[in-house]
């Protein structure tokens, strides 16, 4: 275990989430989200970013990515394997490209703005959470 993936995992402690392997099996709020406000976040281009590299069933959106799997591939992952992908992909791999965007230590070239802030709140990781497990 190197240190960032010891840093996460006492955090997750600190906030009463624990890993359990490949996933963050517990809501990082103790409620579940809200499958449609997860769904704006998702397709909006200001806020979730995810169509800059992903794909999904938008078919009001007209240019999604094609770097990262089509998010209806979440439907194989359990509810804890997708937080833990959006919270910190590099703890399962280290040369992931996609954002912590519940991650605000030990990044690099962070804009002084958003330095020691999250991409998204605990609240936007659960309703990003909740739909995509609705892909299933």
Sequence with gaps: MN???ACAIAFSILVGNA???????A?????????????????????GLCLLCH????????????????L???ARLSEGQIRQRIVDSTKLNPQSIMPA??????????A??????????????EDVVAYLTTLK
């Design 27 to 47: 809501s990082l709020t103790g409620a579940k989200g809200d499958p449609a406000r997860g769904r704006a976040i998702v397709a909006n281009r200001q806020v």
């Design 55 to 70: 794909s999904g069933p938008f078919p009001e959106e007209r240019f999604q990515g094609g770097l990262a799997p089509d």
């Design 101 to 110: 965007y519940y991650r605000s230590e030990g990044l690099e070239r962070v």
């Design 72 to 74: 209806r591939s979440a």
């Design 3 to 5: 240190w960032c993936e």
């Design 19 to 25: 890993f359990a392997g490949d996933s963050i099996p």
């Design 112 to 125: 002084p703005a958003y330095r020691g802030k999250t991409i998204l709140s605990a609240e936007q990781i």
